[in-house]
């Protein structure tokens, strides 16, 4: 059964990335360029899930769910940057056959969780903001589990199908992925065999992982606009705005090139601009989470204060 999922009928044990370009003095401006992105989004993101652990005043649904979605992006980038870097200065650019279904699961995995995990974040957005007097009853501590392991149980099982629907293909060469990591869409044009099929199952699948989640987050804040709209207070209207804009912000860098890449059919994509897209949702996304959070929070901004000590926190 293993060998029949993991190409029996495929004559690769290993393939070559090509990554960005085979110029090595942009190689290595490219290099300095990911590795500062990299150990940001770690710093950024390892700094709020800290803030949010050592500070009571952060244990609330809407903090748990910011510091999953911290993780995800710290294991989203590690499972493609480390390796993208190495290959950057390295003239071996290969990855194993079983290395490259490995990155390709864990990525699928990370993303779909991430996908579903912005609508559970919607969602208690308008709770907290149209409930306020019921948010800690409806929000308790065992449904946002229930919710992040509804997220993990996606990710997991729509990961495999990803995974398996693409590496049940023959791949007997040419053995070059014009990408910089093992993604399903560049690892598709290599297969001896005809992908139509892929294409339909990606479609399908990119309908259910990314436009539901999508469409459930805008009705969503359809809703809290309503509401907000309704509050007579200007200030109560700019800080119920405010909470939301940062979420909205995230997803839209995260929703958008993502359908992009993985809902339009393989014969249409383009090498160069699908690996743009792919930095963006996998990279520059990340890296801009804690930072779009942060500057926008006032109680993530008084918890840093309050453990750095630089300073009395304002109140």
């Known amino acids: 059964m293993q060998d029949f999922l993991w190409g029996n009928h ?38 709020i899930i800290t803030l949010i652990h050592i500070d009571s005043r952060l244990h609330t649904p809407m903090y748990f769910f910011l510091s999953v979605l911290s993780i995800l992006d710290m294991s989203y980038v590690t499972t493609t940057v480390p390796q993208m870097l190495v290959h950057l200065v390295c003239k071996k650019k290969t990855i194993s056959y079983f290395g490259c279904v490995a ?4 990525f699928l995995m990370l993303g779909i969780t991430e996908s579903w995990l912005f609508a559970i974040m919607a969602y ?42 693409a590496m049940i293909l023959p791949y007997c060469g040419p053995n070059e992925i014009n990408h910089f990591f093992c993604e399903v869409p560049a690892v598709l044009k290599l297969a001896c065999a005809d992908t139509s099929l892929n294409d339909q199952v990606d479609f399908i699948l990119g309908f259910i992982l990314l436009l539901v989640p999508l469409s ?13 709209l309704r509050i007579r207070s200007t200030q109560g209207r700019l800080k119920a705005f405010s909470t939301c804009a940062s979420h909205i912000t995230v ?5 958008i090139p993502c359908m992009v890449m993985y809902m339009r059919p393989g014969s249409e994509a383009s090498p160069e601009e699908d690996k743009k897209l792919a930095l963006f949702y996998n990279v ?15 109680d993530v901004k008084r918890a840093f204060l309050k453990v750095t000590a630089w300073g009395k926190a304002p109140e």
């Open 10 to 47: 495929s004559s690769l044990s290993e393939f070559i990335l090509l990554g960005f370009s085979r110029n090595a003095e942009i190689n290595v401006i490219l290099f300095n360029v990911f590795l500062f992105l990299y150990l940001i989004t770690l710093l950024g993101n390892g700094l």
């Open 103 to 106: 990155q390709m699961y864990i």
């Open 124 to 165: 208690d957005r308008y709770v907290a903001i149209c409930h306020p007097l019921r948010y800690k009853v409806i929000m308790n501590s065992l449904l946002c589990r229930l919710m992040v392991a509804f997220c993990g149980f996606w990710g997991i099982s729509c990961a495999l199908i990803y995974t398996v629907s």
């Open 216 to 228: 459930l987050i805008i009705i969503v804040y359809i809703n809290i606009f309503v509401a907000v």
């Open 251 to 255: 997803v839209t860098m995260f929703s």
């Open 284 to 298: 520059i996304s990340a890296f801009l989470n804690p930072i779009i959070y942060s500057l926008r929070n006032k």
